[in-house]
């Protein structure tokens, strides 16, 4: 039990010098404040009187935002490939190992404090959203089910960006798993209707996490029937979640090894 008090301590702290780290760095702070809104008013004024949304019958806005939400939320925590990356080249890892703590904390630490950073970078797009016309009908439980649904988002991509993170040797190959992430909504049913694109893809529209992840914060969020689509989001974020943070702390372990 005091190991584990003291680990949670640890983690607390290595938590709050990821984020005071951001708060120094200007691109984290443009990628966690402007980015989000710069992205909805691009998506709303300048792509959204081109396109329209198919069967769904929404107003463009009222489609968009939840690929949006993602999109803010999953860039900035692919990002945490990149810090751990810094980490593990710059020698602060060295540091790390001549203090009493915990090897998992350190990855853990990126991880938490990615949640944090980027859950609050999507409540800024989705105000953004809210300023330009976006009316959201969701129910208390539904807002419940909206936090938890990004929250759970942007703690999978974390820690799948810590594996890429931990796997590539230089931080500028940790950087490319930002594109990667950023380009999943982007093929989903999130900014066109996927029943709009050719076949190929339209099936990977179909069947990659993005799809069903967008089409349940959608339904929540304009208290609409979920359906089969928010047990099948659920089941691609917890099967990513229980699979990266194991490979994420044997990756570390390796990479750390004297």
């Known amino acids: 039990m005091s190991a584990l008090v003291t680990s949670a301590g640890d983690l607390r702290r290595l938590v709050v010098r990821d984020l005071r780290r951001e708060l120094r760095v200007l691109d984290g702070l443009i990628v966690n404040t402007a980015l989000p809104v710069i992205i909805m008013l691009l ?86 959203a809210i300023v330009l016309g976006f009316r959201p009908e969701a129910t208390l439980t539904g807002w419940a089910l909206v936090l938890a649904l990004v929250a759970g988002y942007v703690l999978a991509m974390s820690a ?12 500028q190959a940790a950087g490319a798993f ?20 050719p076949g190929v893809l339209r099936d990977f529209a179909y069947n990659q996490p993005a799809t069903p992840i967008i089409e349940t914060l959608r339904a929540l969020l304009l208290d609409r029937p979920v359906g089969s689509s928010g047990a099948v989001a659920a089941a691609w974020l917890i099967g990513v979640v229980v699979i990266s943070v194991p490979v994420a702390a044997l990756l570390f372990r390796r990479r750390t090894a004297a």
């Open 43 to 128: 998506f709303v004024y300048v792509f959204g009187g081109a396109i329209t949304t198919g069967s769904s019958g929404l107003a463009y806005i009222d489609f968009v935002v939840p690929a949006v939400l993602l999109m803010s939320g999953g860039y900035g925590a692919a990002l945490s490939a990149v810090n751990i990356s810094e980490d593990l080249t710059g020698g602060m890892i060295d540091r790390f190992r001549t203090l009493p703590i915990s090897g998992w904390v350190v990855p853990a630490g990126h991880v938490v404090a990615s949640v944090v950073r980027n859950v609050a970078s999507s409540a800024i797009a989705l105000l953004a």
């Open 160 to 171: 799948l960006a810590v594996v890429w993170g931990l796997l590539v040797k230089s931080t």
């Open 178 to 197: 930002s594109f990667a992430v950023l380009f999943l909504p982007y093929v989903s049913d999130g900014i066109v209707p996927a029943e709009t694109m």
